[in-house]
């Protein structure tokens, strides 16, 4: 067995999504600083390839269900058998409850990472027992908990988690360096002389993509001329939220100036060679794409919810308007393409923002400082009195 200490990071599923990636970070961090990582997804997908690639092994617990407590047990038995460290869940409510029973099972220290807030269930029953869920194994069976904007926090302590378990840590992002890549517009066809809008996220109605579209709409009937560019795949309704948006873009007379790239690895280059990112979405937790853009020196456009005023700093550091305004959106992105002094001046500070308070450096840091303080708490819990 490794000498090297381990750590079990349980994810929401195997997709790549933003709270995967900010675990990708910090799994690169701990194999780096000497850690044996393992994983629990409890599905399959491009996101357990790209562990595999890094050498990390992959276990596929059901964490979907928060009723399933031999989901717990099983997991117990695998931090025990596998000498697990340390257990730090970056799965939504029932991944977290069950990391949480699991790790008081079999005596380990778990931290919960709140990527976004739950969403509870609206059966009043169901309800309750989440309510008590949250209550207790916040209080019982986990040792911290880590939120990625304020506004999470205060969330969650609204949904009966212990206040006195929360840290407050940014998601954090490399700098983007990358230069326009010319193969990208011959891929698509795009001439280099038109404004190029983005979208990034999995598509489905709380992503705001429909909205996106409207505003396009609005802004073509105007002589604006731009592309938009809508990244990322119809994960939740099998291909049907695609088509709706596909139809939606050809009734509004702008399929041609629509482009559904689904879902790419090249994300650094395609933000090098937009002009500003747009992300009227419903409801967030701290996009990490929202980052990413400002990392590659875009304007943000975005809606006030979650996290995101933490960082969009409105007609400083991008632009806020209110979710489903679809007429201010367009105002928005008619007045950036429209001034591109403006533009490059508001790209310029989210910028510095990032490179400031939102790196990737920052985040790993705070996150491995969280561990040391939990792992020195528990062993002075533990420690015989004498030794106190």
Known sequence: MSANPKILYPIIDGQVTGGNIVCLHLIETALNQGWDVLVNSPSEGRFCD????KGVKIYHLDTTRSFNWLSAGKMAQLIKKEGISLVHAHAPFAGSIISSLAGKLAGVPVIIHAHSQNSLSSNSIIRSYQNIMNYWTSRKCCHGIIAVSHQIKHAFIKE???????????NGTPVNNHKVDSNIHNELNIPEDIPVVIHIG?????????????????????GQEAVYLIVGNDLEQDGAYLQYLKDMACKLGINKLVYFLGHRSDIPQLLALSDLLVLPSYTEGLPLVILEAMAAGLPVVATPVGGIPEVVIHQETGFLVAVEDVQALGDVIFKLLQNPLLKNEIGNKGLEMVRKDFSLEKMCEEVFDIYQKVKYFVAQRNAPADCK
């Open 50 to 53: 790209i562990l595999r690639d």
């Open 160 to 170: 009966g988690f212990d206040s006195s378990k929360f840290h407050v840590v940014h």
């Open 202 to 222: 999995r598509l489905c109605k709380s992503k705001g993509q429909h909205l996106l579209l409207q505003a396009a709409a609005n802004l073509n009937q105007l």
